[in-house]
């Protein structure tokens, strides 16, 4: 059961409109590393999690913030949305300002369209100046963007990876703004990103430390019905050796399991690929042409799909 606070978890309204910036700001919300994303990836994780209770209870915990967030967002979108422009004029078109100024137009109107040309036009005609589940460029939040695999040291890890990733963008949008509200809403943001990022090392820690799970995952299959000898080579894929210089190129590897090994020159191990004749009832393309007239001669064949006959009897 979840139950709604009307107050917000933290907010400071931004002094003055900018729908342009609210275009941006949709990507915190909507983006692959939105709000949105880690919201429904915390929830999904916790909902399937099999594991201890502790760790259920603190996805559910963490999920359930990120909607406080998601909210946090929408209402800072709706006052940079307040009194945006909502008419484009048509004077001025090649050098608006240059155009005013020669046809008598005031200065001040050809600024306020070429706002409203550069905002989310979906700002006005679709959520009448309010936010949206989307990214800055109006792409929709997806639902193919979350990880919840039933593993937890693997989905923990991909946490980790979206809230990097969502404190830098977050970060960047704080650098674009120069509105002490709008910096002072997103530092709030930002610190609980780094909560979270601090939050998952110690539940990757946490996990591995009480034997669930371990490097590789999932660490439940048996290491012995993989390739061993290729387990820990790094195959230098490329031109020059630098990638010879990393931590990863020598020494044990970071399971403690293996010897990491430079191979700077990695041979194919498996043989040039024959691929095999598609079916003459498909009608592709064979390897000769004899084959092909093989193949067109061929009328005997049995139906791709065959029909199934289903009798219905009375019960």
Do not use: C
Not at 57 to 69: F, R, S, V
Not at 215 to 235: A, I
């Amino acid at each position: 059961m979840f139950y709604h606070t009307k107050k917000l978890q933290y907010y400071t309204p931004p002094q003055r409109p900018d729908p342009i910036y609210a275009k941006k700001v949709q990507e915190l919300i909507g983006g692959v590393f939105g709000e949105m994303t880690v919201m429904m990836q915390y929830l999904f994780q916790g909902w399937n999690s099999r594991g201890p209770a502790k760790y259920r209870d603190m996805l559910l915990d963490t999920g359930t913030e990120e909607i406080g967030h998601i909210e946090i967002l929408s209402t800072l979108i709706a006052h940079l949305l307040d009194k945006a422009p909502l008419k484009l004029q048509e004077q001025g078109a090649g050098d608006p300002l240059v155009g005013a100024v020669m046809g008598g137009s005031n200065p001040r109107d050809v600024i306020t369209d070429v706002i409203a040309a550069a905002m989310n036009p979906q700002h006005t005609i679709v959520t009448g100046l309010g936010a949206q589940p989307a990214d800055s460029v109006g792409y929709p939040w997806n639902g193919r963007f979350i990880a919840s695999s039933g593993n937890l040291l693997a989905d923990f890890r991909s946490n980790l990876h979206a809230e990097s990733q969502g404190r830098l963008q977050a970060i960047r949008l704080y650098e674009m703004s120069d509105d002490p509200g709008v910096k002072d809403t997103l530092s709030f943001l930002i610190a609980r990103d780094t909560m979270h990022q601090n939050q998952w090392l110690a539940a990757i820690e946490d996990i591995e430390s009480s034997g669930l799970d371990s490097t590789p995952v999932p660490s439940s299959f048996p290491l012995e019905l993989e390739k061993r000898e290729v387990s820990y080579q790094f195959w230098n894929h490329s031109e020059g050796t630098e990638s010879s210089e990393g931590r990863w190129a020598k020494g044990p590897s970071m399971d403690g399991k293996g010897e990491f090994e430079y191979v700077a020159k990695p041979q194919p191990l498996g043989p040039e690929p024959e691929p095999p004749q598609p079916d003459p009832r498909l009608h592709g393309t064979l390897k000769t042409p004899q084959a092909q007239k093989q193949a067109g001669n061929g009328g005997s064949a049995p139906p791709l799909v065959e029909s199934v006959r289903i009798e219905s009897k009375d019960v």
